[in-house]
């Protein structure tokens, strides 16, 4: 055991290496459990599954990274799936234009998010709490407490379909194109110069002001960027699971745990976007490996828990190591 | 440092504490993981109300099967004359857990259309309501406040958990109006009228015997249940694991799932990935079509289901014309305790414990209840028991 | 509760929580005197002070940690905890009682002392840490409770439901609580290292702060109101509940902290504030009860004045120690341990 991770630690080095050495550890039992699971057919089920919260990730980790939190995308992603089910009603036809809808509503939720965090000046703990709220509570208010309405077929294939019949694998699942495209589109970004701003401003903000970045800005456009993943998230659950009222619920702490697993530093400045997915990837690989290990489902928080602890204990201990890029004193920071 | 220092020292003391309480404590509680796991069934598991509630299910209940939110099985019928009040205009005060799921918002609106039939005949005057948001504690202050507040001349209360609000109930029967218990029950036999369908057991029995009927000898059953802890979903279970036993069914697992259609598909592709799933018992039909899906999207044959009286669920039972079966809950008991409220004050008998009928909704009657709630959304309860109301169907409708 | 308020400066940031909360209680007695009630009636009052208990205990410890710019989200984990230890020890008997309280507030310190072992020694996120502690708390209940247990004596029933005039018990040994709490910050030397603590750690320990043991002390007491909530838990329901976890009340504290005036990121704030922000949630929830709101739009007004209250202070106290935690630190801590509010 020791001497897997060491090999893993020399192999990925550095705080967001854990993540990688988890998820090779995680995939490993899973092998050891059932070695039929990385036959195409169910690593495809397992990945389109698990597209949603990577994608949710990558947002989240735009927010993270510049310092702050988006506690709302749990309630948005419900919220999307709702407006979904309700403007839609069944109906094919309307389903391009409440598509534009849903980006619209979600890049406006990441707006209020990021004016009422930067301009206000409140707390991004408190604003995305207030706006968790707020959807939860706004859209029960706009369906009479449970969703109505219905998806349309073609809204349901981004999440449930994909190109079929591929040789070895069975079916591509549509899911797993996006979040590849999402995921490569979010590494991109970060390397442009929106992309080193983004990270300056979570290090170091009186820095990255004072050399020009508009942190104010960029931050705002983060939260957007949170709102669109919520967005594309919210169709891809939508269309994998359909419409229920508890869709979304718990999320935002799911996805924070995915991306502080990834070795991103709650209260920015630190991590890579890669890291935070795959993080995302190994907290769905863990709750296959309970399932797998069938561990009886009231203990499993406990050793989700316990795992996370750990993981996050161990990758600050390899940030702390000397040597290594991060500064210890800000791993207890509280991102406001 | 002294404050510290102090801290530290009467943590230490508690340490002690710990020390000697840890050795006293230890016959009562945690008798090891392993023992309790096995024995969590029997917790909720009490045999004369299982065998109780199965024997309810074949008596014909007392009164108008028109009207099944009036009629009562075995009925022990109380005196109510001391409630019994000239003035007419009654307010009646309504203490809900909440409306957290499609059940409750289903129920809430029916009870709030049974009102409006009683207000405009001058039954009642005001209703008032308050909502607890599933939080006991919040619950216990609602309760509280109407009972201060002197103006109801009935409480009506749907508690949130049983145990924990029988204080509450308590205080408010002890202060002399009627007090009308539904859907969960409480400790105490304080209440008026405590109103409730047969339960938790009949439910569970009904969906495990309908497995155990429609499938072969060694085929397996997948159970998708909600959330642990919660005493009527807990007697579903127990119940079902009580049928199963003495089944040659293969239970491949229990798991929670938080209602959640996506966490349910997930799962239920996750099994179907490792071997045949023959049959799915659900403790509740929230997400039953995402269970559904499930098979379809892996190329597998329809499980043997029991769902519940959801209509998406039971329009996607006749879509795929399934073997399955939705148990009910009665969801017309939302009905009951308004008109209880009118009955006891007008000083007219009610039974004291109010048992309605709770009857599955089988193949033959499927077509039957699909096109009565033709127009209604999918996140509605087929049994809502609403139809003859003034407000029927706009109110479910378009809520 | 005014007479917590320190005299510090004309209009400090605790003076205006508490001009927020008499502008609550005046918007709301406006309107729910506009809606044909009494806001102030004695029944309401009640409600109002019943409401501001639970939340209060778990408040006030929430406060002294997001002091020291930690966080817990394991509180309501614990709390629902406690009530069970506390609810199975008092077995009905009332001579339990004080082997059953010594016994909750034991297990919710030391669980607060793993939370802060962990973030302190094991250098893991607060946010992460307490999460995950809240996870395996949530595991071993649901593994080991499969709902309500214990027995909770008649007479300790007595702190959930007793009240002196119009103010219930529980309330007034909240406001207890509180008051030592107001005290411990102000008048000892661990009080005024937690504010330099949550300035900024590293400034703390070069000037010979012990700040684990701060840092230590914070997530110890926090456990041991979170116990204290629990065992108001259990007084109000006659037994343990497990299923209380699902309320989040842990982010009900949060926003109550946040709303008294302390900042998230540590060093500035205080329990009086603390108490005035439990306060405005309490009146909201009062007066959303007594003029029949939606349950729905419950939330979204919650939230909307959540965002809104803190809005409205946000930007003079953010001014005033934005760049601290990196830039200007020494003068942060002067600036926060000449003020304890």
Known sequence: MTRVRAAAAALFGGGTGTVFALLVLIFAGIFAMNPGFFEGPSLMAFLKQAAPLVILAAGQYFVIVSGNFDLSVGALVGAQVVIAARLIDGEEPRTVPVLLVMLAFGLLVGLVNGLVTTVLKVQSFITTLGMLLVLYGAIRLWTGGAPTGALSESFRTAGRRGIENVPILGQIPWALLIMLAVGAGAILLMRTRFGRILMASGDNELAARLSGGRVDTVRTAAFVLSGLSATIAGVLIGGFAGVSAQVGEGLEFTVITAV??????????????????????????????????????????????????????????????????AAPATATATPS | MQTTRLAFASAAALGLLLATGCTTDTPTESPGEETSAAESGDEWF??????????????????????????????????????????????????????????RVTGWITMQEQVKVLQEAGEIGEFRHSDAGDDDDQQISDIQAFVDSGECDALIISPSTTATLTPAVETACASGIPVIVFDRGVNTDCATTFIHPIGGYAYGADAAEFLVENLEPGSTVLALRILPGVDVLEHRWAAAQEIFAGSE??????????????????????????????????????????????????????????????????????ETGMTAIAPVYSNFQWRTPVLAATMILSGEQVPAEWILPQEPITEADLADYLERNADMPSLHYAKFGGEDLPGFPDAWRDR | MIAFSPSARPLG????????????????????????????????????????????????GMTLVILCRSLDLSVGYVAALSSLVGATMMDGQAANLPLAVGAVLLVSGLIGAANGAIIAFLKVNPFIATLGTGLIIKGYLDTEYKGPAGDVPAVFQQFGYTRIAFVPVSA????????????????????????????????????????????????????????????????????????????????????????????????????????????????????????????????????????????????????????????????GIEEAQGRPS
């Open chain 3, 13 to 60: 940031t605790t003076a205006l929580i508490y001009l927020a909360l008499a502008g609550v209680l005046a918007l709301g007695g406006a309107a729910v005197a506009l809606d044909g009630g009494n806001l102030f009636a004695t029944a309401n009052l009640v409600d109002m002070l019943t409401r501001t208990s639970l939340t209060g205990f778990l408040a006030i």
């Open chain 2, 46 to 103: 009490v045999q004369a109300e299982y065998e109780e509630q199965l024997a309810q299910r074949d008596i014909e209940p007392e009164g108008d099967p028109a009207t099944p939110w009036l009629q009562a099985i075995e009925p022990e019928w109380v005196d109510t004359s001391e409630f019994a009040s000239e003035e007419g205009e009654a307010t009646v005060c309504f203490s809900n857990a909440s409306v957290s799921n499609p059940w």
């Open chain 3, 172 to 331: 007034i040994v909240m406001l207890a609580v509180a008051a030592a709490a107001i005290w411990f910050l102000r008048a000892t030397r661990t009080g005024h290292h937690m504010y330099a603590v949550g300035g900024d750690v590293d400034v703390a320990r070069m000037s010979g702060i012990r700040t684990t043991r701060v840092l230590l002390t914070a997530h110890v007491l926090c456990g041991m109101t979170a116990g204290m909530a629990g065992l108001l838990l259990a007084a109000r329901f006659g037994t343990g509940s497990a299923e209380a976890y699902t309320n989040l009340y842990e982010l009900d504290a949060i926003a109550a902290v946040v709303l008294g005036g302390t900042l998230l990121l540590g060093g500035k704030g205080g329990v009086a504030g603390t108490v005035a922000g439990v306060a405005i949630l309490a009146v909201l929830d009062t007066v959303f009860n007594v003029m029949q709101i939606d349950p729905f739009a419950k939330d979204v007004l919650r939230g909307a004045v959540i965002i809104a209250a803190v809005a409205l202070y946000a930007r003079r106290q953010l001014d005033r120690t934005a760049r601290r935690p990196r830039f200007a630190a020494a003068q």
């Open chain 1, 260 to 325: 502080v697993l990834g070795g991103v530093v709650l209260g920015g400045g630190r991590g890579a976007v890669l890291a935070a997915m795959a993080g995302a990837l190994a907290i769905e690989a863990l709750f296959t490996l309970f399932n797998q290990m069938a561990l009886p489902a009231t203990l499993r928080p406990t050793v989700q828990g316990a795992i996370i602890i750990a993981a996050v204990a161990y990758a600050a201990r390899q940030r702390a190591r000397p040597g290594a890029t």
């Open chain 2, 249 to 318: 069914l293969e239970i491949l697992g229990d798991e929670f799932t938080g209602g959640d259609a996506a966490e349910i598909k997930n799962l239920v592709t996750q099994y179907l990935q490792r071997g045949e799933v023959d049959g799915i018992w659900m403790d509740a039909g929230d997400g039953a079509v995402a269970a559904i899906e499930a098979f379809e999207d892996a190329g597998q044959p329809y499980p043997v289901m029991a769902g519940e009286d959801e209509l998406s669920f039971m329009r996607k039972w006749e």
